[in-house]
């Protein structure tokens, strides 16, 4: 039988162990590679831009000065929401210089996050509508927009900018939500003495070494892995779209892609690059169909990552005007903004914009519990002690056999104990007879393995969903200042006293390891051991040595969770070991607890019958 409960024991653990030490291989990719902007000038737009086949490879742009040069000369209108503020530089009607002003880089809130850069800036990110007439932008890169009227756009206030050229006047009213949303309303105007058919191509475009870009908008999460979707997303036709930066920038191909590399939509939709908590993507007027698009040939070139839509082009007889929508999502991914853009303003799965991930089944529902909870808590951290009690009270009946089937083979720890000495030279006959006594007690040696089924895919899914949305971000609870985060606090820094802080620790070769656990990850190793003193002890020596060193080994592993998710798994293990220990008194099983606490109280432990 000896076999038999190794082979068990392997696939407990196994169970276990595969998903702390295998999801990064599983579940995550490596961080992007880094790839280098090409030098080059910019090259002015003729007056009448450039042709569709030159937009196609976009020029790479050296990053000759910082943002904050490359925002200080004239040729740009201010903007200030609630929510986004910066500025759109009159040249191309670009919108190349946003920051978060409800999000900030680190929890001292002392610099915004920001999102858009210019494009001869470092990691320049920008977005904005061109419009083409055939094989032609009329309204280009640099085309020469200028502002009508005077003042700054806020939300309560639009600003118009107009271009003319040759044959076709544009007049852009472009205004700004009290989120993340800018509306560019055009009206084109033929003033020729014949018809033109014109289209609007929306363009996100990126430069620059992503994970460069990634620590300088979310140190929190700078080097981390693919867990949560980073890169091209979109929805066309009803159907998301998603392909992580690295294969995208390998240029390969994309579930979905026509023959000629677009993906068509006729029900509306949107198409955009992502990153863990921020978002840059095109909304094109959703009445009219249009193509996503990625510009393939700019990377093959060498030059920036863009993403591109192209609606269905009108035709405006001499005289004529039309007015088009389009909008521009610049911001965070928070779900209750994105909720309202879907149910209000008809944009389709907005909120999957969020990556739920495969497990979006138990991700959603986590998500939708975890928010009502802190808004009537007031508090995250509250939020998931209460969780964790709501998604552990369906799983009691279940726990409650496999602590009765865990109290009974304890019991039966001394008569095991016994027949392998009595019958040490005969294997078989030793085998027979432990089974006898499982069958006579009721006993079943895996009886106690059948709760890891369910907690592992709800570890998972609530790993993920703390993992991807925003609203644990930089919130704090009690000690711990980010609960997006890891623990704060080190043995090294005595658990936050001394002025240095956790990473500093952990970054000294080996001993930092060692010294740079936080207060959460030791508290899980504790409860881990606790636990495992009310389980039956393996007869095997090696399984022994390797339960009682699994502990120490997942407290290292937890240093690096984020904090939120400690505490749910403190506190899980804190409430099982609660029902565990009440199970197996009250099946007469004392425990090492019961033993330790009655030689503490000088009596003889009595467990209930």
């Known amino acids: 039988m000896e076999k038999q409960d190794q082979r068990n024991f392997l696939i407990a653990m196994a169970l276990m162990v595969a998903f702390v030490f295998g999801y990064q291989k599983v579940f995550m990719e490596p961080a992007q590679k880094r790839f280098e902007a090409q030098q080059a000038a910019i090259k002015a737009d003729e007056q009448n831009g450039m042709s569709a086949t030159e937009l196609s490879t976009v020029p790479a742009i050296a ?19 609630d929510s986004v ?9 670009r919108l190349d210089d946003l920051s978060l002003r409800k999000h900030y880089l680190t929890v001292e809130k002392t ?59 544009i007049d852009r009213k472009i205004s700004v939500d009290a989120n993340y949303m800018f509306s560019f309303e055009d009206t084109l105007t033929n003033t020729g003495d014949t018809a033109r058919s014109v289209r609007a191509i929306g363009s996100v475009e990126r430069h620059g070494d992503y994970k460069g870009f990634l620590e300088v908008t979310d140190p929190g999460s700078a080097g981390e892995g693919g867990l949560a979707h980073m890169g091209l997303m979109g929805v066309v036709d009803g159907d998301l779209r998603m392909k992580k930066y690295k294969p995208l920038l390998a240029l390969k191909n994309i579930d979905g892609e026509t023959s000629e590399g677009t993906f068509p939509s006729t029900e509306g939709g949107w198409w955009g690059l992502t990153d863990k908590y921020w978002m840059g993507s095109l909304i094109p007027q959703q009445d009219r169909p249009f193509n996503g698009i990625v510009n393939k040939k700019s990377i093959a070139a060498g030059g920036p990552l863009e993403v591109r839509t192209e609606s269905e082009a009108i035709t405006l007889a001499p005289g004529a005007s039309e007015t088009v929508g389009n909008r521009i999502f610049a911001g965070a991914k928070r779900f209750e903004v994105l909720q309202a853009y879907q149910n209000e303003d008809g944009i389709p799965r907005m909120v999957d914009a969020i990556d739920w991930g495969w497990a979006f089944f138990l991700t959603k529902p986590f998500f939708y519990v975890l928010e009502y909870l802190a808004s009537k808590l007031n508090s995250f951290g509250w939020a998931i002690l209460a969780f964790t009690v709501l998604i552990k009270l369906p799983l009691v009946p279940l726990f409650n056999q496999s602590y009765k089937s865990m109290a009974k083979m ?66 704090p609870f009690l000690f711990l200042r980010d609960l997006s985060a890891p623990d704060p606090t080190a043995i090294g820094n005595l658990f936050g006293l001394l002025p240095w802080a956790a990473a500093d620790v952990k970054a000294v070769p080996v001993i930092g390891i060692i010294i740079g656990v936080g207060i959460l990850p030791v508290l899980y190793g504790l409860t881990m051991a606790s636990l495992q003193s009310l389980n039956p002890a393996p007869t095997d020596k090696t399984q022994k040595l390797v339960i009682q060193a699994m502990p120490i080994v997942f407290t290292f592993v937890f240093g690096g969770f984020a904090a939120g998710l400690v505490l749910y798994w403190v506190w899980s293990n804190i409430l099982s070991f609660a029902q565990q220990y009440f199970i197996m008194r009250r099946n007469g099983v004392d425990t090492e607890l019961g033993k330790t606490i009655s030689r503490l109280l000088g009596r003889e432990s009595k467990p209930e019958t």
Request: proline share 7%.
């Open 63 to 81: 990053a000759t000065r910082t943002v904050e040069e490359a925002i200080a000369g004239p040729g740009r209108v201010r903007f200030e929401g």
């Open 410 to 475: 304890k019991k039966l720890q001394e008569p095991m104990k016994e027949l392998s000495e009595r019958f040490a030279a005969d294997p078989q006959r030793k085998q027979q007879e432990i089974m006898k006594l499982y069958k006579q007690e009721g006993a079943n040696p895996i009886g106690g393995c059948v709760p890891i089924l369910f907690t592992i895919p709800i570890f998972y899914a609530l790993y993920k969903t703390l993992y991807v949305t925003l609203e644990m971000r930089h919130t």
């Open 111 to 169: 610099q915004e996050v920001r999102l858009f850069r210019p494009e001869d800036a470092e990691f320049g990110y920008f977005a904005t509508f061109y419009w083409a007439d055939g094989s032609s932008l009329v309204a280009g890169r640099n085309s020469p927009w200028v502002q009508v009227g005077l003042g700054k756009l806020t939300t309560a206030t639009p600003i118009t900018l107009r271009l003319e050229t040759p044959g076709l006047t």
């Open 85 to 93: 503020d910066g500025s759109i530089r009159l040249a191309g009607a």
